[in-house]
């Protein structure tokens, strides 16, 4: 299951933010961004069990994280 997750970070903190995100497991691109969100998440998962826990108990959870959306990707074009 392919995911996106936008995040919104607390002034100042993009690149510690940055740097923890790029150590999670499930993480295939990250990228800090201009605009709405600062942070743009590709992650891919086996479950929907294994997307909740890497919104809820990793990416939330990371100090100076505000705010996420998650996407479900239901189709992709190579």
């Given amino acids: 299951?392919?995911?996106y997750v936008l995040a919104?970070?607390?002034a100042g903190r993009d690149?510690?933010?940055f740097k923890e995100i790029k150590k999670l497991e499930g993480v295939r691109k990250a990228s800090a961004?201009?605009?709405i969100y600062d942070l743009h998440i590709e992650a891919n998962f086996d479950?929907?069990?294994e997307l909740d826990a890497f919104v809820f108990d990793?990416?939330?959870r990371i100090s100076g994280v505000k705010e996420t959306v998650t996407m479900i990707?239901?189709?992709t074009l190579v």
């Fill in 1 to 3: 299951m392919l995911a």
């Fill in 8 to 10: 919104k970070v607390e």
């Fill in 15 to 17: 690149k510690e933010v």
């Fill in 33 to 35: 961004t201009y605009g």
């Fill in 47 to 49: 479950t929907v069990e």
């Fill in 58 to 60: 990793r990416v939330r």
């Fill in 73 to 75: 990707a239901s189709e």
